[in-house]
């Protein structure tokens, strides 16, 4: 947790932008932007007078160092800074400075050169009702600014903005010694030919109490300097401490060009009408760092940047090491997909997911994660790896195995075939090949249950060493992912990779699915191999790829968020489902179930490679997601037919099911709210064996069980020959207690 | 009252028909309490589904984002 603080020092979010690095102002353009693209242009102009003291004289005369750091010309040309310094000028239409209501300070300051430098410094320390005294050794004031505006330009300037302040100004009054000058302070704004009065060294406090220099090459510099040594002026007078002025800001912030629309200036010549200045100002990309809260969902969602996160979730898991009752980051933390992708765009490699998992099992192992939101899944685990699902066996008794296949629990609950082809195929190229069917533990991981992984884990080492240390081949990367973390020792292929260097030829049939869109599952970022493999054979199953994500993403399954925080899982996957308008074709069975619960046509790679869900074209775009029963139960076969068809064993019968009728409504509604039939069939053993239930007058029956801490309800009428469920629902509430 | 809350129901094993009464719930560590029919002879209760989906949900989310 302190680790994550200490990352997010490398955080680049407050980061200031490249133009206002480079600009001697250090002016914060993309405030200036922001006003300009609501076409403010008093509120611009405002900003850039706080800023730049003489705006008018400033936004004609500066060199322009912005326009050469601005990241924009890596693709087209720089954002037009100065023009639209110059439209900000002539259209605000109130051009007046504040007048300050200060009482007089009561300290004199000499300033000598009433040029453009000097005249800045005077603004600053008059508004702050200094007694100032400027010293010209020529006859008029503006200095270097006459070789390059008209008089009026800059006198005007220089009038308007010190229209309310009262300043002494000695004109063909050369000081040739500062001893002459009686000043609590002396600014020496004598420009770059001036004289220096023995003093070397660049713009700042001297060695000698009292007295200050200016300097800049360039007008823009000189005003600027002006503007900041009258801060530092005014620090000597309160302190009496001989300060040097900040050092200008410089940027960390990384941008990635490549990725900027090009979108050139409409146009470069004169100045910019309104609507023009407002277009420019659309230009400006407003750089700051952003890359997380692009395309983390979870950070869009909530509109959280990492540092925010880290602040939410501290007094989430230390309540009360803030005032307040704020705990108020639980739900946010259970919503983390942890897809990696906000480690994988940040360009500091910050990891807010991992700092997640991190606080999810804080919360875990405090008891403060309410348990519904993960309760379901730990459950599910529970069932994959029982009796009625787990199997483990090498291909004949009592021979070793080179190879296991690790299909993952969900691939087999989407559709057993998908389990027992692949075995077969990989039996015809690899006889060695044990099949090790159950969950990987990733549900304990994403509920922060670390002694559940743990168990589920050793498990799996003790089981995979009875088999004689074998190769893995997985078919979910989320498995492999888990395996490489968490049992590093196991070597591990992935299927499709396995079968694509087999030179396996799928049948090529339905032209209907010729168009598809590759949907890479999160975690396989790093997997560019996967990723080929699973191209080439898709083209060889005669299927043309004509769409890609631009990342990995996420489907909304990674981290069982859709219990903890159903409308962010729904906005998610309805992201996905709309980054293509062709049916996707997936390869990992959560990934096709979830878009297919959605009713976003999506394949299962395996569809293609064994001709499965295809016979009828399209048909199997739009295979019904199976309901969470529906899942369970194609577990149960899928262990019953890999006994069958590769060991020639029944299963025993464990099962003992209850006739049971549903309308296809409430079979959805049960979907919806994820309550199992075999939970609802426990209630119903428990109302008919207890006698425990109430009746309406028409003889349906009400009961309810608590199962775990879910307590379910149904209502149900016997019938002649089993039962027929008309409703259920369930509460996470316990009856009892005071 | 709406439709189920209003319904008539029977204990079916005591035959006597269930009447509202104070109940108590657990959640995440609170307690809360509301009328919902009960048997008066063995205290079988029933919580109807408006009130299961609507204001209990309810106070369950609120307990959960504290
Ligand atoms: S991507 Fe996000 S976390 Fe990373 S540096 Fe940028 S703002 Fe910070
Ligand atoms: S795009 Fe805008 S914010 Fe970025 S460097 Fe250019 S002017 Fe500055
Ligand atoms: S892991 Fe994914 S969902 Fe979680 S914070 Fe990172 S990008 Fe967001
Ligand atoms: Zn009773």
């Known amino acids: ?738 | 009252m709406s439709e189920s809350t209003a319904r008539k129901l029977i204990c079916y094993r005591c035959k006597v028909e269930l009447q509202p009464e104070k109940t108590y719930f657990q959640y995440l560590g609170h307690s809360f309490f509301t009328d919902i029919p009960k048997c008066p002879v063995c205290g079988l209760v029933y919580i109807p589904e408006e009130l299961a989906r609507g204001r209990m949900a309810e106070v369950e989310q609120e307990l959960e984002d504290k």
């Open chain 1, 1 to 738: 947790m302190r680790d994550f603080k200490e990352t997010l020092k490398n955080c680049l979010r407050e980061e200031p932008p490249f133009c206002s690095c480079a600009c001697p102002f250090g002016l914060d353009v993309r405030d200036l932007i922001s006003r300009l693209q609501r076409g403010s242009f008093n509120s611009a102009y405002r900003l850039f007078q706080n800023t730049v003291g003489f705006p008018a004289i400033v936004a004609q005369v500066c060199h322009r160092p912005c326009a050469a750091a601005c990241i924009r010309k890596e693709k087209d040309e720089a954002v037009l800074l100065g023009k639209l310094e110059q439209a900000a000028v002539a259209y605000a239409a109130n051009r007046r400075p504040n007048q300050y209501q200060l009482p007089a300070k009561g300290k004199k300051i000499a300033i000598i050169g009433a040029g453009p430098g000097g005249l800045a410094c005077a603004l600053r320390l008059t508004a702050r009702k200094y007694e100032v005294v400027l010293y010209e050794k020529t006859n008029r004031i503006g200095g270097c600014l006459w070789d390059l505006l008209l008089p009026e330009q800059f006198l005007a300037e220089f009038e308007l903005q010190l229209m309310y302040e009262r300043y002494e100004l000695k004109l063909n009054c050369e000081i040739n010694d500062l001893a002459t000058l009686t000043a609590d302070a002396i600014y020496i704004a004598t420009g770059p030919e001036g004289n220096r009065f023995g003093f070397c060294g660049a713009a700042g406090a001297s060695r000698q109490d009292g007295i200050f220099l200016g300097g800049g090459e360039q007008p823009a510099d000189a005003i600027a300097t002006g503007l900041r040594m009258a801060g530092v002026i005014e620090a000597y007078l309160k302190t009496g401490l001989m300060r040097q002025p900040e050092t200008r800001k410089t940027t960390r912030l990384v941008m990635d060009a490549a990725a900027i629309p090009f979108a050139p200036p409409a146009v470069t010549d004169g100045p910019l009408t309104r609507d023009q200045a407002v277009q420019e100002a659309g230009r400006c990309l407003k750089c700051q760092c952003d890359a997380c809260l692009k395309h983390c969902d979870l950070m869009r969602y909530y509109g959280k940047s990492p540092g925010r996160i880290e602040e939410e979730v501290e007094v989430t898991i230390h309540p009360g090491t803030l005032d307040g009752n704020g705990t108020v980051a639980t739900r946010l933390i259970a919503s983390c997909n942890h897809c990696d992708v906000c480690k994988n765009v940040c360009p500091q490699g910050i990891d807010t997911g991992a700092f997640l998992l991190q606080s999810q099992r804080s919360m875990q192992e405090k008891g403060a994660m309410p348990w519904p939101f993960h309760d379901f899944w730990l459950r599910d685990l529970e069932f994959s790896n029982g009796a009625d699902c787990a199997l483990v066996r090498p291909a004949a008794p009592g021979e070793r195995s080179s190879y296991f296949f690790f299909p993952g629990c969900r691939l087999g609950g989407s559709d057993p075939r998908y389990v027992t082809e692949s075995y077969r195929y990989l039996l015809s190229v690899e006889p060695e090949t044990a099949i090790f069917t159950g969950c990987c533990g990733a549900p304990a991981l994403w509920a922060g249950d670390q002694a559940l992984l743990q168990s589920t884990i050793e498990q799996i080492r003790r089981q995979w060493l009875d088999l004689g240390r074998p190769i893995a081949v997985f078919a979910c990367v989320s498995c492999r992912n888990i395996f490489r973390q968490f049992l590093p020792e196991i070597e591990s292929r992935m299927l499709y990779q396995v079968m694509e260097q087999h030179g396996f030829q799928p049948p090529v049939t339905a032209a209907e699915t010729a168009r598809l869109a590759v949907f890479d599952p999160c975690q396989s970022e790093d997997d560019p191999e996967l990723h080929r493999a699973v191209r080439v054979l898709t083209e060889k199953a005669g299927c043309r790829i004509a769409d890609e994500a631009e990342l990995p993403l996420c489907c909304g399954w990674g981290g069982q968020v859709s219990i903890a925080n159903p409308p962010y899982f729904a906005q998610v996957v309805r992201d996905r489902a709309a980054r293509s308008e062709l049916p996707y074709l997936t390869y990992c069975a959560n990934c096709r179930d979830v878009f297919a619960g959605a009713g976003k046509p999506a394949y299962h790679l395996l569809d293609l490679l064994f001709a499965l869900n295809r016979h009828t074209g399209r048909e199997a775009a739009y295979r019904r997601a199976p309901t969470a029963s529906e899942s369970r139960q194609n577990r149960r076969l899928l262990k019953k037919t890999l006994l069958h068809e590769f060991f020639k064993e029944e299963a025993p019968m464990s099962e003992n099911r209850l006739p049971l009728r549903l309308s296809p409504q409430t079979a959805e509604k049960l979907q919806r709210d994820l309550i199992l039939l075999e939970d609802v069939e426990a209630v119903i053993r428990h109302c008919e064996a207890s006698g425990e239930k109430a009746l309406d007058e028409s003889g349906l029956c009400f009961g309810h069980l608590q199962i775990g801490q879910m307590t379910f309800w149904v209502a149900y009428r016997p019938t002649a020959d089993g039962f027929c469920l008309e409703n259920a629902y369930c509460h996470r509430m316990s009856l009892g207690g005071e």
